[in-house]
């Protein structure tokens, strides 16, 4: 008796687990992607997508992929990690004190 259409993949992964080495190569798999998709699905508060047809769901999900990588690189040049050339270093410089006390303010800290 199953309760679960998907009880034939859970015992599936439950033998590759068994298996010798099998814990290892999965472990691999907690610091490679899926951090990634479920960062994207958090921070955008969606568990599904929202539209309908592979066209549009490819389309759907490279700007979520787009939007991820832009506040990636935005959070770097924010902490200093990461330069910008010519005027958009001074952007960058003006908008520092405001990002940190943005910062210290969603921790509670005294300014």
């Not at 959070?75 to 910008?84: D, F, H, I, M, N």
């Not at 990002?99 to 300014?111: F, K, M, N, P, S």
Request: net charge positive; with cysteine; charged share 30%.
């Amino acid at each position: 008796m199953s309760r679960d259409g998907r009880e034939p993949l859970l015992e599936a992964m439950r033998q590759k687990l068994k298996i010798e080495g099998g814990k290892q190569i999965y472990k691999k798999r907690g610091y490679t992607v899926e951090p990634v998709f479920g960062e994207m699905k958090w921070d955008s508060r969606k568990p599904s997508m929202s539209l309908r047809g592979l066209v549009k769901v490819r389309g759907e999900f490279s700007l979520m992929c787009l939007v991820h990588n832009v506040k990636k690189i935005v959070k770097k040049v924010l902490e200093g990690a990461v330069s910008l050339p010519g005027k958009y270093g001074k952007l960058v410089e003006e908008a520092i004190p405001r990002y940190r006390q943005e910062q210290l303010t969603l921790v509670g800290a005294e300014v």
